[in-house]
Each structure stands twice: as structure tokens, then as C-alpha cells.
């Protein structure tokens, strides 16, 4: 939850941003030290490839994946590491 806390804010500074949630193990609190961290990220309106990388950069982060908008998902998506890997 520590990281969460720490990427977090870097979403919910956008204007563009509606609500940001930890989801996953780390949402329900049954985390261990191999549990990713889900960010869910609510936007009021589309980002831009720069709304979504710029809390990557403010945390330090390393892009591995970086998805476009899904229609079948209805979701943009991106994995990250912070602090490289554990």
C-alpha cells in the first residue's frame, strides 16, 4: 500500500482524473511481497499518452508495457516497474 500511496497522488494531481483506486490484493489487504500493485484510474475524459506517462516519471518508474485504448476492454493499460524489480 506504501508504493500506492507513494503513485498514487501523480494520477490524481490530472485534472483529467476522476478517481484513482488500489485494486487487487493490495485493495483487499491480502497482499504478499510477490503481489503486484493495481492502479485503477478513473478518467473524466480520454487521456493523452502524456497524462499516462507522466505519473510513471514522477515515480521513477520503467515502462514495459504501454496498451492503447481497448474497445473490447474499454481500458488503456500500463505495466510498470518502480524501484526496479523486487
Not at 510513471?56 to 505495466?79: L, P, T
Request: no cysteine.
Amino acid at each position: 500500500m506504501e508504493l500506492a500511496q507513494r503513485i498514487g497522488p501523480g494520477y490524481g494531481d490530472n485534472p483529467k482524473v476522476s478517481v484513482v483506486a488500489v485494486a487487487g490484493s493490495v485493495g483487499r489487504g491480502t497482499a504478499d511481497r510477490y503481489s503486484d500493485v493495481e492502479i485503477d484510474v478513473y478518467w473524466r475524459e480520454a487521456p493523452m499518452d502524456e497524462d499516462r506517462k507522466r505519473p510513471i516519471e514522477r515515480a521513477n518508474g520503467e515502462i514495459k508495457i504501454f496498451w492503447s485504448y481497448s474497445e473490447d476492454e474499454e481500458e488503456w493499460g500500463e505495466e510498470y516497474t518502480v524501484d526496479g524489480p523486487v
